[in-house]
């Protein structure tokens, strides 16, 4: 048969990229739609790039076709008007375009979850799955003690109890949870000093870190919230100095005096090892390491499992990424990928075009096992029953990847 490559482009300031490979009988049957949402310029381009290629890979794999329908993805810029990344209005806009096109069936992203804020009501008001490759803040999903914002309800509509933004990455605190395993495990960790910055996304990650390690035997020395606005640590260092720690494990973000952290661990002779969360994996704390002579002994979490540690299918899967698209996938690409497939599965098992149907049963489905990622399911909030989070060490002025830490829950 006779295949091309056909694409329409909408004008609008919502560009709309429909793109699939299908034969002439396919493009005659009536359509099935995907959505994305993701900034197609500036600095988050290459990422989501690469999701929407994971996503045009799962699709391919079901030859473009399901349940007598051929699958377009259609894929919306949410940049704002600088092109350098989300806007408010472009997201909002988005989401409302999915909603009044009876052919969309799902909607895959936005890239972060301060984006996710604003599509979330819309498609939850709409009936629509949304899935989420790369939103991570618990919030979204879940209440977070000591979070005054009224999250997750405030993205729902009120009075109805349905469910539909489906995460299928990690949540932040899956951080916490996961690094306390990896010291326990790898480290050999027995006793542990733990500090955070005091506001909700540190503070989260330390506690969850806390509560994992006496639940699995790490005597956690202390726990406290610094001062980020003292010109330095040294004092409070000392003194845990003098406890003799395993491991510091710091909660909060290298721009919030994380890095003041680092060089005052080697001012006071504090010869641990230091776990951190993804915030610090950038080029800036690698010099701020490099500069005070840190050694590798600094360990950062990022959301997720990495490309390197899949086997099985996930194998298969990245063999097929590179050889396609000439790269390698990235978590949020891998992710992207998972999300589809989890879709393309349910869309099976319902048979049928139906947004209610194909909600519904997404969410009772008790383990998908069709991608890249083994097993799993959402749980009651829309979150993934697979919990991960890929260690990555500094060595020499870069991050290398060490282990993924896994956990599938019931």
Known sequence: MNRRQFVSIATGSGLSLIGCSNSNSARSKPVLK???????????????????????????????????????????DNNGPTQEGWDAESEKRNAKAAISDPDVMAYIGPLTSG????????????????????????????????????????YRTPG??????????????????????FAKEDLHTRKVYVLHDRELYGSGIASLFCQRCEAIGIQVLGQEGIDTSRKDFRAIL????????????????????????????????????????????AQSFLDVLKQVNFGDRCFT????????????????????????????????AIYGYESTMAFLDTVTR?????????????????????????TWRFDANGDTTLQAVTIHKAINGAFRAVRSVTERQA
């Open 160 to 181: 109805s109890e349905k469910i539909t933004f489906c995460r299928v990455c990690p949540t932040d605190y899956a951080q916490g949870t996961l690094a306390a395993v």
């Open 301 to 332: 979490t990022i959301p997720g499992i990495y490309h390197a540690f899949l086997t099985g299918a996930g194998s298969v899967m990245v063999d097929k990424y590179k050889s396609r698209f000439k790269a390698t996938p990235d978590n949020a």
């Open 238 to 281: 000392n003194r845990i100095n003098l406890q003799s720690p395993e491991l510091l494990f710091y909660g909060g973000t290298a721009q919030n005096r994380g890095e003041q952290v680092a060089k005052d661990m080697v001012s006071e002779q504090l010869n641990c090892p230091l776990i951190v969360p993804e915030t610090f994996h």
């Open 115 to 154: 984006a996710a804020k604003f599509s979330m009501p819309i498609l939850n008001a709409g009936g629509m799955l949304q899935f989420s490759p790369t939103c991570t803040w618990p919030g979204l999903t879940k209440r977070i003690v000591g979070n005054l914002s009224d999250e997750p309800d405030v």
């Open 34 to 76: 995907i959505v994305s949402s993701l900034p197609k310029s500036g600095k988050n381009q290459t990422q989501s790039n690469g999701i929407s290629n994971a996503i045009q890979l799962a699709i391919d794999e079901h030859k473009g076709q399901l349940i007598d329908h051929r699958i377009e993805l259609v894929v919306y």
């Open 350 to 374: 319902v048979g049928r075009k139906d947004r209610e149907a194909i909600r519904r049963v997404c969410l009772e489905t008790v383990g998908f096992s069709s991608g890249a990622l083994g």
